[in-house]
């Protein structure tokens, strides 16, 4: 039997009704990063911007083309520091979802 929806719809779809699975999303793409991860932190956080407000969104509130933010966080893209803190607050403030971050020590 086909699908009757594409992933990313029913990834956009789950993230629209459930507030602990948009956090979820957040929370992974940013722990992937944080972790060096960086490949699988980049595509999870293109999921969540694309499951969420959208690069069309995205770029009118960042005030850049949705082509570029697009290929910063594509399979080659590498978002400069500035730009990453940009989408992440930008991000924060259209999604409602806020990031705490706190220290842990190591079990090591």
Not at 30 to 55: E, H, K, P, S
Not at 66 to 95: C, D, W, Y
């Amino acid at each position: 039997m086909p699908l009757t929806h594409s992933f990313q719809e029913t990834i956009r779809a789950r993230a629209q009704r459930d507030p602990a699975f948009r956090e979820a999303l957040f929370q992974e793409a940013m722990q992937g990063l944080l972790q060096g991860d960086v490949d699988y932190g980049r595509t999870a956080l293109r999921t969540y911007i694309n499951a969420t407000i959208g690069f069309e969104r995205l770029s009118e509130v960042l005030d850049r083309p949705p082509k570029s933010l697009m290929r910063m966080f594509g399979p080659r893209g590498n978002p400069t520091a500035e730009n990453l803190m940009a989408v992440i607050h930008a991000l924060q403030t259209e999604t409602g979802v806020h990031l705490e971050i706190r220290a842990v020590a190591s079990a090591a």
